[in-house]
């Protein structure tokens, strides 16, 4: 069975541009969260979708965004980068279930310069 | 708002040796997930255990839920390098959170052969 794969895995952007990761679940999940990691704030929610729909949303500002596909493939958005917004990004799929396991991927590391 | 703490926060030892890491908060949870994450990997969810007092073993680990279902331990025996690793609390507060997972800053594990 493959686990989640994110794309890409490393991308190094300046101030100000924008960036988009994807990310494509485990066959059958209809859940996929999205987590930013620094060393300082640790890991963090972002947002969830469920079966094309935001579920739940994190405390990020309105520059972040993400989308759900029909195939339950996500993407998720980084507009008028910051250098604070360098971290590793992970995305997780689940069965969308309360007390499910989150299956995460390796994720993408985002240096802005 | 819930509060989270894990402790220590970091953690050098020599092989064979024990150690506890715990996740202690302020609220009541529905249930707790221990997840590992090694460097370049996401994180990897090791157990879940739901109902206070309870306690799981994992061959060498042993996870323990609080009677008042507010903190978690996690106990490893006769350490290995295998071990090392960032461990990571996550409580469920119930209800609808599903995808979204509130992480402690982890404990950082490293063994040494």
């Known amino acids: 069975k493959a686990g989640v794969t994110q794309t890409p895995r490393y991308l190094i952007k300046t101030r100000g541009q924008q960036v988009t990761l994807s990310c494509s679940p485990i066959?059958?999940?209809?859940?996929v969260s999205w987590y930013q990691q620094t060393p300082g704030q640790g890991l963090q929610f972002l947002f969830e979708?469920?079966?094309?729909?935001?579920?739940n949303k994190g405390n990020f500002p309105g520059r972040f965004s993400g989308r759900q596909f029909s195939n339950s493939r996500s993407e998720m958005n980084v507009s008028t980068l910051e250098l604070g917004d360098s971290a590793l990004y992970l995305c997780?799929?689940?069965?969308?279930?309360?007390?499910?396991?989150?299956?995460f991927g390796e994720g993408s590391r985002l240096t802005v310069l | 708002t819930q509060l989270l703490e894990q402790s220590p926060q970091f953690l050098s030892i020599q092989e064979g040796e024990n150690l506890t890491v715990y996740c202690n908060s302020s609220?009541?949870?529905?249930?707790l997930q221990w997840y590992r994450q090694e460097p370049g990997e996401g994180p990897v969810l090791l157990v879940t255990?739901?109902?206070?007092?309870e306690v799981k073993k994992l061959k060498r680990l042993t996870f323990q839920f609080g009677d008042a279902r507010k903190d978690s331990s996690l106990h490893i025996t006769a350490a290995q390098p295998g071990d090392t690793g960032l461990y990571l609390c996550?409580?469920?507060?119930?209800?609808?959170?599903?995808?979204?997972?509130?992480f402690g800053q982890g404990t950082i594990l490293t063994v040494h052969p």
């Open positions: 997780a799929s689940s069965l969308g279930l309360d007390t499910g396991e989150l299956f």
């Open positions: 066959s059958g999940h209809r859940s």
């Open positions: 979708y469920f079966s094309e729909t935001q579920r």
């Open positions: 609220s009541v949870f529905s249930s």
């Open positions: 255990v739901v109902t206070g007092g």
């Open positions: 996550a409580p469920r507060s119930g209800g609808t959170s599903y995808g979204k997972l509130t």
